[in-house]
């Protein structure tokens, strides 16, 4: 790639996702980077125009460009989980997006829900398993629709698929001020997972002598999202929990309105993709209600990932100005005087 | 059963266990129920001085009583997960606690994380499936230790564990004031056992046309349960989403130390087993630092369960007064303390 010019894919997708998707590219020119963008109408409109949710022609055109930035898929008209599965989970695994990662961080000025918590009690990242466990689909049923039905679903994970996102995320420790990694699985009831992850999890680690590692079930970690977030820095764990978590990280440190994502292949060996945590929103779409600010943080995430790291920290400060700014003079304003407004800041 | 004298099997288990179960036999003897007590010395100990966990003799005996009070088990001189399933799992599967009842309550007076929440807005019962899901321990590992291992982990779910367990739920939720149900699942992901949950919630609920029913993400409900706990009333879910959820709640309505549960069997063909949820907390064992009001709040819904609704009432209600004076002249008190006054209040 060269850095100056991204060849960039959008698929604003659905509902808000297509009014966030155009202040996060505002953001994106504001900022300087120099972007060749090209939009898919993936998502409901064209499932329903044509059947289709995402061919093997259209993904292997997304191959060619250097990032994806993604709005939210999903739509009441469309069959729950066929744009799930076949549109987003089917990006994140067949680009191999094998780290999902997902900050965690209270911007100073941000209202919590939690009382007590202040910006430094909330700044943790989550890397997230995204190839694996019980997101590969497996299972079936027998005996549909008798007394003797049977419904299983099945997790899968691999050594391959394990290792490389710890060391990801052993590597991700090593560089944060606290240097310390949590892995978080539920090894006393999934033993046969859980074993698998805890084994990866010790001997990679003995690899990084300087990160400080611990180890919590995730029943706990969920609570201890709510009651002492400070106990964590960088998070490891699988696919499903990774899920949950996230959505808690999100509450605890303001609202799904601020979660940025990015689906990450480190290996690049396919584009990454950048997405906010929320979905579709289909309930206020097009009234200019959606924050774009999640977008915009996936932006700076996906500035980040491409080597444009000034230009992503300028993008992360304007926001935070923009933050800090709500708390006081707070006025409600739309979905594009907010990205104006961080897309000023990011310019001035 | 003759309803004056229950027939009670006790198992502190380890660390805290046997601390806050002495409470919560002390406030059962004040609320003027007549219970026999049995004694087993089931956990750490037995296990390390016999190799054994819970024999099937000891399993039978069991089954011959009206009902099981558990502290907690666990030691870090144990294997991990060695007496959580071979204990406490395995008490859970065998006699049958389909229903894991477990209600998030925030008491007037009790302190909550969430700066806004009020007691009204965090009253809800979770039912939580007990004897399937991911839980069954099915899975396995192959080529372990090498670069091409692959561990799996089942989620197993049948048409019979399902609809009991939903049916018991749209009975809770028809009970109640408000009548909301909401289901608890992935399904746009875990497809096959989702699809099996839904189908079951949607025709068992057609029998419960007065019940209000909703359905909600695992992981949109995790962040509900922070943002807007009052958006739920009584929650069904299975066993390993109903682990995590309860642990939110348990953070949410003042802390693990409040947090009561019931292993429910409610075709009465085994003895139900009543908890609370934390664990046995090794670090302040034996220090008179435990909160026993978990243990005590277990205790009142065992005297629900067995039909002493009055009894049950009155210990809830010294709990509520408890935890309201808690908040005025709070002074720190024992572990003793603690059973002594709300013992008092049940008495009084
Ligand atoms: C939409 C859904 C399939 C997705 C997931 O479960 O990963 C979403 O919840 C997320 O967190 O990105
Ligand atoms: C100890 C553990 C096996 C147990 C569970 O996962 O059910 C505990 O977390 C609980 O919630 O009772």
């Given at each position: ?131 694996e466990g019980l997101y590969a689909g497996a299972g ?57 992850w805890s084994r990866t999890f010790d001997r990679v ?24 977030p400070e106990r964590f820095d960088v998070i490891v ?112």
């Amino acid at each position: 790639m060269d850095s100056r010019n991204i060849r960039l894919a959008v698929i604003p997708g659905d509902g808000i996702g297509v009014e966030v998707v155009a202040e996060g590219l505002k953001v994106l020119q504001a900022v300087g980077a120099k972007a060749e963008t090209t939009t898919y109408d993936l998502g409901a409109k064209r499932y329903h125009a044509t059947g289709e949710v995402l061919t093997d022609v259209v993904l292997d055109e997304l191959r060619g460009y250097d990032a994806i930035l993604l709005g939210a898929v999903g739509d009441p008209s469309v069959p729950p989980g066929i744009l799930e599965r076949d549109l987003l989970l089917k990006l994140r695994f067949r680009l191999d997006h094998y780290v999902n990662l997902r900050p965690v961080k209270l911007f100073p000025g941000v209202e919590t829900p939690l009382g007590g918590a202040r910006p430094e009690d909330i700044d943790m990242i989550v890397v997230r398993e995204g190839t694996e466990g019980l997101y590969a689909g497996a299972g079936g049923v027998m005996r549909r629709d008798t007394p003797q039905e049977i419904a299983t679903q099945e997790s899968l994970n691999t050594a391959f698929g394990v290792e490389r996102v710890v060391r990801y995320a052993f590597d991700k420790a090593r560089n944060r001020p606290r240097r310390k990694l949590t892995l978080v699985h539920k090894t006393n009831v999934l033993t046969y997972a859980g074993d698998l992850w805890s084994r990866t999890f010790d001997r990679v680690g003995q690899e990084y002598p300087e990160v400080q590692t611990d180890y919590c079930h995730v029943d706990a970690a969920s609570m201890f999202f709510v009651t002492q977030p400070e106990r964590f820095d960088v998070i490891v764990t699988d696919n499903l929990f990774g899920d949950i978590l996230t959505d808690i990280g999100a509450a605890v440190a303001g609202g799904i309105g601020l979660a940025a994502s990015g689906n990450v292949n480190p290996d690049r060996t396919a584009p990454s993709m950048f997405e906010p945590v929320h979905g579709s929103a289909p309930d206020i779409a097009g009234q200019g209600k959606a924050d774009p600010t999640a977008t915009i943080l996936s932006v700076a995430m996906l500035l980040d990932h491409l080597g444009l790291a000034e230009e992503a920290a300028r993008v992360e400060q304007a926001v935070a100005d923009d933050l800090l700014e709500r708390q006081t003079g707070w006025t409600a304003r739309t979905t594009h005087e907010i990205g104006d407004d961080i897309a000023a800041r990011v310019a001035g």
